[in-house]
């Protein structure tokens, strides 16, 4: 099993650009998740999903969009990239323990 | 409104001693209690989770405990090692943040340093 998975690595934008970061998991779970990190804050929950075709918002969801529409994949959404996006992305998912098991992350420069 | 706060939040301590991280949170309600490990530039890796009606759980050298009342959670390394530096998270899952079966609130963390 690969886990969890996210691309790019590494992405640097320009201010009002857009992208697509990339989630995949083949553990068969239910729920997935979005989070950003940044220094001395913590995580944040951005968006998740609790199954294929339902998503909601978590504690920062603005600037962002999110789609399910299988159970192994959740893309993340950005649309006119502004500087307070440069973060360190992280994707997650959980079965019915809902223990969280995370990717490696995308860390986005926007410029 | 959750919040997660753990303290320290640096350690350095030299090779085999047993130390202890803590975790505290404001609102006992909450479904579970999640330790994780962060290597500088890499994602998290899952240490041990502690249901709510749990005390406490066990992996190897890490044991970590949960007292809902009380608001706390310890994590407990023996005989560290320089391979155990790294940052450590606690999370709970909290319904603050919505959804039926709640979502992780995150700690800031604690940055580990085992001297050899």
């Known amino acids: 099993n690969a886990g969890v998975t996210q691309t790019p690595k590494f992405r640097i934008l320009k201010i009002g650009q857009s992208m697509t970061l990339q989630c995949t998991q083949d553990?068969?779970?239910?729920?997935m998740y979005w989070y950003r990190q940044d220094p001395g804050m913590g995580l944040k929950l951005i968006y998740y999903?609790?199954?294929?075709?339902?998503?909601d918002k978590g504690e920062v969801p603005n600037g962002y969009n999110v789609s399910r529409s299988t159970t192994e994949d959740f893309p993340l959404r950005l649309e006119l990239a502004a500087p307070s996006q440069t973060s360190v992305y992280f994707c997650?998912?959980?079965?019915?323990?809902?223990?969280?098991?995370f990717g490696p992350g995308t860390r986005l420069t926007v410029t | 409104k959750q919040e997660v706060t753990q303290i320290p939040a640096a350690l350095s301590v030299p090779e085999g001693e047993n130390l202890v991280l803590n975790c505290s949170f404001t609102d006992s309600a909450i479904y579970n209690l999640q330790w994780f490990r962060q290597d500088p530039g890499k994602g998290l890796t899952s240490l041990l989770l502690?249901?709510?009606?749990?005390r406490e759980q066990t992996s190897g050298r890490l044991n970590a405990s949960l007292d809902k009342s009380s608001g706390r959670s310890t994590l407990y390394i023996a005989a560290s090692q320089p391979g155990d530096s790294a940052t450590y998270l606690c999370?709970?899952?909290?319904?603050?943040?919505?959804?039926?079966?709640?979502?992780?609130?995150f700690g800031k963390g604690t940055k580990l340093s085992v001297k050899p």
């Open positions: 502690i249901q709510s009606s749990q």
């Open positions: 997650a998912s959980s079965g019915t323990t809902y223990e969280q098991y």
């Open positions: 999903s609790v199954g294929a075709g339902i998503t």
């Open positions: 553990m068969n779970h239910n729920y």
């Open positions: 999370a709970v899952r909290s319904f603050s943040i919505g959804g039926s079966q709640g979502n992780l609130i």
